[in-house]
């Protein structure tokens, strides 16, 4: 390898290591509270502010979002749809709004905003979305591709920013 290609390759791993931790950054420069997904397939959630405290759980869904209800250092109180609340290192948090399919039974992602829509898909509770807008008491959501509007009411991950009780 030439030294010339050593150092774009070197420089363009610079950009990208930047760009990552400045997306974390300002994921959490926010007041809080304020909505975040997970970033990773497996995000350990502590009793504590630090890993010197144990592992309350292990979440296994990237992009479930949670809700960060306070800041301390590099690490986030987040709480997540059930109300369980714990730590979680802020490096482990994304910026990027998601949202949990709630409620009983399937429900419908709809064409439009509205709920006598064309249907164009059926999802489960449980089922993560990424959001893409929300109006008329609809969110636009994308599960994997599949994209439509589901009733706000149906989706923990947007709303009303006051923490819940635990």
């Given at each position: ?22 997306d974390a ?104 979305g990424e ?36």
């Amino acid at each position: 390898m030439t030294a010339l290609r050593f150092f774009a390759v070197l420089g363009l791993c610079l950009v990208l290591a930047s760009a990552i931790f400045t997306d974390a950054l300002r994921a959490q420069n926010r007041e809080v509270p304020y909505w975040a997904t997970l970033r990773f397939d497996e995000v350990n959630m502590r009793v504590g502010p630090s890993q010197e405290y144990k592992i309350d759980w292990v979440y296994k869904r990237k992009g479930l979002p949670v809700k960060v209800v306070r800041v301390r250092e590099s690490w986030r109180l987040v709480q997540d749809h059930e109300g369980t609340q714990g730590w979680v290192a802020a490096s482990q948090l994304n910026p990027k709004l998601g949202v949990l399919i709630i409620g009983e039974g399937l429900t419908e992602l709809r064409e439009e905003p509205a709920a006598n829509s064309v249907m164009r898909w059926l999802a489960e509770p449980g089922v993560v979305g990424e959001l893409i807008e929300c109006r008329d008491n609809f969110c636009e959501i994308d599960v994997d591709g599949r994209v439509g509007w589901v009733a706000m009411d149906r989706l923990w991950g947007v709303g009303s920013m006051e923490p819940d009780a635990p």
